[in-house]
């Protein structure tokens, strides 16, 4: 799996669903990975799986990466969280 791959499925996955939040419905450019990497390695096929990628938002990829951001950014991820959810 190269990087160009990678980006390729991405973007194949933007323009299939929109760049909406998947978790939330605010704008989004983040792929996360459902299955991590960490516990797939690089090469696993999963890394360009769409099925085993969600579109994000800033605040909502952040929550799912707890251990890896300092307590500010959790808590502010946290209050933004749904936002686009109540806009009418």
């Given at each position: 799996?190269?990087?160009?791959?990678?980006?390729?499925?991405?973007?194949?996955?933007?323009?299939?669903?929109?760049?909406?939040?998947?978790?939330?419905?605010?704008?989004?450019?983040?792929g996360?990975?459902?299955?991590?990497?960490?516990e797939?390695?690089?090469?696993?096929?999963?890394?360009?799986?769409?099925?085993?990628?969600?579109?994000?938002?800033?605040?909502?990829?952040?929550?799912?990466?707890?251990?890896?951001?300092?307590?500010?950014?959790?808590?502010?991820?946290?209050?933004?969280?749904?936002?686009a959810?109540?806009?009418?």
């Amino acid at each position: 799996m190269s990087l160009k791959q990678y980006i390729s499925v991405i973007q194949k996955i933007r323009r299939e669903r929109g760049d909406i939040c998947e978790a939330c419905g605010s704008p989004a450019t983040h792929g996360h990975h459902i299955i991590p990497v960490s516990e797939t390695s690089i090469h696993s096929e999963l890394v360009c799986e769409p099925a085993n990628i969600m579109i994000l938002c800033d605040d909502c990829h952040a929550l799912m990466h707890p251990l890896i951001r300092t307590i500010s950014e959790w808590q502010n991820a946290r209050k933004g969280r749904g936002r686009a959810l109540h806009r009418g």
